[in-house]
């Protein structure tokens, strides 16, 4: 599995001034410390009169979320400084965590679970504004008119956190000083998006139950919300058995606007029939296209409506985003940007943002001018220094054949450097991703995480397997039943695709993913030990019997759609773990863990480590204190980064540039 040798000079046909060396290494701009801490994230963006907030999260604070806001004048102020961590874990994965009305801000805090009123002038600390106790908050709505903020709460039983003891209501907290909290939505499993109509007389909120995921099956309900604050009889007005409704929100003429994928695509709807509420629901801009996507986190915003009656949506199609303008009339029109990826679309009053991204841009905060979507200024950026284009790769869609007679998809990123070319007649080597979820969407944006190894020269192919989003809804659903199965026959046929095509080594193919994603990576490596010389796995899921028994309430039964009822089936659980076969393992693996992980327990780690160590396979296991599902530190991706660059060196046969300690592997 070793490369050729490093070569000191130009190659034959490489371009003039590059320097021909071993892929693998190449030295980087994109070097350790950027990749894993100087970037920030950006996320939840919402205008407000002519200011903007929005969620800085910054990998130097250890992860930290804090609310940031920008005012006409292009100042920016931290609203809420160390120790304030603006996160909410409803759901384990969080969102919707703060929200601001014309000029009142409350935020969810990671650290309590409590909702804090905000200054928005950063001046005095934040208030708590809802009781210490086994409570989370999220999805958050002002009434506008009376003094009550709607939200998602979720109940955690203080003795025994089980699944089955978590409650999900919709609250309505008093926001007159009484600290009065009631019930509004009690009953089903999961609730999310409760939103006033703009005159504050009805309420909308989605409402599913267990085992669908809200990308199954969901209920949009409207109920009368009396003087006095509570619900009168509750209907439902759009989705059901096998539809999944999304993003229920009001226009300005209390019109109910939701997305729904009844088509097999989820398309953007509203009920504004002469019956209203009680009519048929119109498809405002039938297409192809995905309108929506799946609500792991809440409050995902993917169109915009304006007070003229038309619309900014963002639609999802061939791996990509593009942004279109809906008329009132229901011209559409596509809005021409140079990104590829975008999210977080708000609109209020004459101010709307998006969060955009670029195969050569990392996100910025884009603002744009309503009336014709067009971009009028970037208010923040993720990346404050420029970066190397020339290291930075381009993006091939490629399609190809897969088990079934079927066709999967994937993004194709090869080695890219301004300094240095393969020698010729090497190839290089190769990463599959694995994208987690199931059901996210590789992304053609720039990502620091896939430029640290093409540019090195690396390559990596990102794999939207049966059952990511932005192919419609059969696509999506094609992963039902097969998860194991299907996904793994979709990274190794995009491997053997680019193999056959010439443009990497078979024999260095490397597969790496995080945690759905993480458990392709095992399946691969365990049920088809022929392809990949190396895999790397993320809090990846190596038993799902564990999954079965640990999982917190969200996902407690999505396995159940992906692999089979568990009260009828339970055998199948056992012959899709990796952790019952790891006889068959042939490749050295690479397994990081965070220890506060409630999404993949450590239990998963500790019990592939322990059949790893009896068996004495090959493998390296890290593992992180204060890390839950993903990692947020700096420190904690560092230390990532420098192991997997060692790890894949030792193991494909080259030196990494970077001046990384060589990695000793127990059993290899």
């Not at 001046?123 to 903020?149: H, M, N, Q, S």
């Not at 209501?169 to 600290?179: C, E, F, H, K, T």
């Not at 058995?241 to 009001?250: D, F, H, K, M, Y």
């Not at 995009?494 to 095509?501: D, N, P, Q, S, V």
């Amino acid at each position: 599995m070793g490369s050729g040798e490093e070569g000191t000079s130009a190659g034959a046909g490489a371009p003039a001034g590059k320097v021909a060396a071993s892929f693998g290494s190449w030295a980087s701009p994109i070097g350790i410390d950027l990749v894993a801490g100087s970037a920030i994230t950006l996320a939840e963006p919402q205008p407000d009169g002519d200011d903007v907030y929005w969620i800085e999260g910054r990998p130097s604070e250890g992860g930290r979320r804090t609310l940031m806001r920008r005012t006409p004048d292009g100042a920016t102020r931290e609203l809420t400084p160390e120790p304030f961590n603006v996160r909410s874990r409803v759901h384990e994965y969080g969102g919707g965590s703060f929200r601001v009305d014309g000029g009142r801000i409350v935020a969810s805090s990671f650290s309590d679970g409590r909702l804090w009123s905000i200054d928005p002038q950063g001046g005095r600390p934040p208030e708590a504004i809802t009781p210490a106790g086994p409570w989370r908050y999220a999805d958050l709505r002002f009434d506008p008119v009376r003094p009550l903020l709607y939200a998602v709460r979720e109940t955690h039983d203080a003795v025994e956190d089980r699944p089955s003891s978590v409650l999900n209501d919709v609250v309505a907290i008093s926001l007159d000083g009484s600290g009065d909290i009631r019930d509004l939505v009690r009953g089903p499993d999961f609730v999310a998006a409760p939103r006033p109509s703009p005159d504050g007389s009805l309420l909308a909120w989605l409402e599913w139950d267990h085992p669908d995921m809200p990308w199954d099956t969901t209920r949009l309900r409207v109920a009368p919300i009396s003087v006095d604050g509570f619900l009168g009889e509750a209907r439902t007005v759009a989705g059901g058995p096998g539809i999944s409704v999304t993003q229920p929100e009001w226009s300005s003429r209390a019109i109910l606007h939701f997305v729904s994928d009844e088509t097999a695509w989820w398309n953007l709807y509203a009920l504004d029939g002469p019956d209203a509420l009680d009519g048929a629901a119109r498809n405002l801009a039938p297409m192809d296209a995905e309108l929506g996507d799946p609500a792991w986190i809440f409050d995902r915003s993917s169109y915009a409506l304006t007070d003229d009656g038309g619309i900014l949506a963002v639609a999802r199609a061939d791996g990509g985003d593009a942004l279109f303008r809906i008329a009132p009339d229901g011209t559409v029109t596509a809005v021409d940007l140079p990104f590829t990826e975008l999210e977080g679309l708000r609109l209020a009053g004459g101010l709307a943002v998006v969060l955009a991204a670029g195969p050569h841009d990392g996100p910025v905060l884009l603002r744009l001018d309503p009336a014709t979507g067009r971009p009028s200024g970037v208010l923040a950026r993720s990346l404050t220094e420029p970066l190397d284009v020339d290291a930075l790769p381009a993006a091939e869609p490629i399609t190809f054949a897969t088990t079934g007679g079927a066709t999967a998809r994937a993004l194709f990123f090869p080695p890219a450097s301004g300094a240095f070319e393969g020698p010729g007649g090497e190839r290089p080597p190769l990463i599959v991703l694995s994208h987690g979820g199931p059901t996210s969407a590789a992304s053609s944006a720039l990502s620091l995480d896939r430029a640290f190894f093409t540019s090195r020269g690396i390559a990596v192919v990102d794999v939207d397997y049966r059952g990511s989003t932005g192919y419609g809804r059969p696509y999506r659903d094609a992963l039902k039943g097969r998860w194991g199965i299907a996904d793994v026959d979709d990274c190794v046929a995009a491997a053997r695709f680019l193999a056959g095509r010439g443009d990497v080594d078979p024999a260095r193919m490397a597969i790496r993913g995080g945690s759905a994603g993480g458990y392709t990576t095992l399946a691969a490596l365990t049920f088809r030990p022929e392809v990949f010389a190396a895999g790397i796995s993320h809090y990846g899921i190596a038993d799902l019997e564990l999954i079965h028994a640990d999982s917190h309430k969200f996902e407690a039964r999505y396995e159940e759609s992906l692999v089979a009822p568990w009260d009828t089936d339970r055998d199948v659980y056992v012959e899709r773990s990796p952790i019952h076969f790891l006889d068959r393992v042939r490749a050295p693996m690479l397994l990081c863990q965070g220890l506060d992980d409630k999404v993949v327990p450590p239990t998963q780690l500790a019990a592939m480590v322990a059949e790893f160590t009896a068996r004495g396979l090959p493998h390296v296991a890290m593992t992180f204190e204060g890390e839950g599902h993903g990692f947020r530190r700096a420190a904690t991706k560092h230390a990532v980064y420098r192991a997997e660059l060692a790890f894949l060196g030792r193991v494909f046969g080259f030196t990494p540039a970077d001046g990384v300690e060589p990695m000793e592997i127990r059993g290899l």
